[in-house]
């Protein structure tokens, strides 16, 4: 579910809270954010909400000591590669792998 709010979150543009897609509705882009959002839906999905939250704010942790920069250590979790790497693939998720992810998870 789609939703618009005049709230941002810093300086992106959308958040996936499951089953939540909440854009600010001030976006005039295109539709690869929303299916940049739904690819985290459906990673939230296989991990179930609590564990993708943790995982992801753990992974940001060490890029972010890895890099030593907020963005790239963003840029850098695995969940993020998966879903910018394929955002504008409108067919990715009618073929994507359960755990996909897993394959962007790099040292």
Do not use: C
Not at 45 to 62: A, G, K, M, S, T
Not at 78 to 99: G, I, P, V, W
Request: no cysteine.
């Amino acid at each position: 579910m789609i939703l618009f709010s005049k709230f941002r979150f810093n300086k992106y543009i959308a958040i996936t809270i499951w089953p939540f897609i909440i854009i600010n509705k001030n976006y005039k882009g295109d539709e690869a954010l929303v299916n940049h959002e739904k690819i985290h839906i459906k990673q939230q999905l296989e991990l179930l909400w609590l564990p993708f939250f943790i995982w992801y704010f753990i992974e940001f942790f060490i890029r972010f000591l890895q890099y030593r920069n907020w963005h790239k250590a963003y840029l850098n979790i695995s969940f993020e590669r998966e879903a910018h790497l394929y955002e504008r693939d409108f067919t990715y998720l009618e073929n994507r792998k359960r755990y996909a992810f897993l394959k962007f998870l790099k040292p």
